[in-house]
């Protein structure tokens, strides 16, 4: 048995044994109930740069910085303070198309974008210095168009780009590059990098824009491979791998664009999927999966391409939907969603892809 049907199995048993002693103390991670749940939405209404959100990250000092198609946003709970390219300025953002935002060990916003590289932002002088890519220089970055970033738990920073994935270490700022070489089989599967996650073990795990899915031991600097199988049914060649996010028991959690959820099982090397069905309205409300989040009570968002957001309960494997109502106020803004984050306080982030941001309250 998988760990992924463990999880199910163990989770449904110890439901069941805590309702025959009459439910006195709910089990840690069983599903919330969510009937009171709304959504406040934050749009360029309230002073947001843009509606389309592609990333969120809390730093250190408390602040909510918003990653939009139209600039960087500082968000201190009242007021949008906006952050764009400016060609006037010395020190500047090098693009507005931002993709993805992290914070490092020393403080540093790092910030990528999908045509300017990378920037580094000192938020003590806002001074940014700009990372791209550079022909004549193989310690540069490897392309300028960024679509993963990470900080590892050595303080690294990993950057998947369109044309390979990078290696930086924020001390000596050089990239180490890795390319797909056809003549080594633990080399990098694919170039086209998506998505990045570092798992509870140190390893970083890798999301292909062809389906592939790599592991990389930073200990032996080899990638394993989790790829297309014909003959498995387990298959998932020629989708993007949107997203990824650690699940209970080590189990490695796959959004995918266009054939629904995956459950990898590192261990016994085995995948569940979770995919929409039209007859049962409890499944995955949609294929095409944009973002992933196991929230701290145990609790898995995913956020689908029109869709809405769903919330997936591993005692009875249903998924919970919230979809936008005209009708109802406290909708979500939008059905698609670009990102999720848990900030420290415990609040659910809502990145969409045109109804701008969305903070989940409960009544």
């Not at 540069?140 to 780009?161: C, E, P, Q, R, Y």
């Not at 700022?173 to 996650?197: A, Q, V, W």
């Amino acid at each position: 048995m998988s760990i992924c049907d463990r999880v199910f199995r163990l989770s449904a048993w110890l439901a069941l044994f805590w309702l025959m002693i009459g439910g006195m103390v709910s089990p840690s991670f069983a599903l919330e109930k969510f009937d009171n749940i709304a959504f406040d939405s934050l749009t360029f209404k309230e002073g947001l740069s843009q509606s389309t959100v592609t990333c969120i990250l809390q730093n250190r000092e408390g602040f909510l910085w918003v990653g939009t198609q139209d600039g960087l946003n500082r968000y201190d709970g009242y007021n949008f303070l906006v952050i764009k390219k400016d060609r006037k300025k010395e020190y500047s953002l090098s693009d507005n198309l931002i993709s993805r935002v992290v914070e490092d060990k020393s403080g540093y916003l790092w910030v990528g974008t999908t045509t300017g590289g990378l920037n580094r932002i000192d938020l003590d002088t806002f001074k940014i210095a700009q990372f791209k890519a550079d022909i004549s220089n193989k310690n540069s970055l490897s392309d300028n168009f960024i679509n993963a970033l990470i900080v590892d738990h050595n303080g690294m920073i990993w950057v998947g780009t369109s044309n390979g994935l990078n290696y930086l270490n924020p001390a000596n700022l050089f990239f180490t590059r890795y390319f797909n070489n056809p003549g080594k089989l633990d080399s990098l599967s694919n170039n086209e990098i998506i998505s990045l996650m570092e798992d509870s073990q140190g390893n970083i795990w890798i999301g292909t824009g062809s389906g592939e899915i790599d592991c990389f031991d930073p200990q032996r600097k080899s990638f394993t491979h989790w790829g297309y199988d014909p003959d498995k049914n387990n298959s998932f060649n020629q989708v993007r791998i949107s997203s990824m996010a650690e699940g209970p028991y080590g189990n490695i959690w796959i959004g995918t664009e266009g054939k629904g959820l995956l459950c990898l099982d590192p261990i016994q090397k085995k995948i569940k999927r979770y995919t929409h069905s039209f007859s049962n309205p409890w499944s995955l409300s949609s294929d095409i999966i944009y973002s992933l989040l196991w929230d701290r009570k145990g609790n898995l968002w995913v956020g689908t391409g029109e869709g809405g957001l769903n919330l997936f309960d591993p005692i009875t494997g249903k998924f919970e939907i919230f979809k936008r109502d005209i009708k109802k106020k406290n909708s979500i803004s939008d059905n698609s969603i670009f990102s999720l984050y848990e900030d420290r306080t415990g609040i659910i982030w809502v990145g969409t892809a045109v109804g701008g941001l969305n903070k989940i309250s409960y009544w």
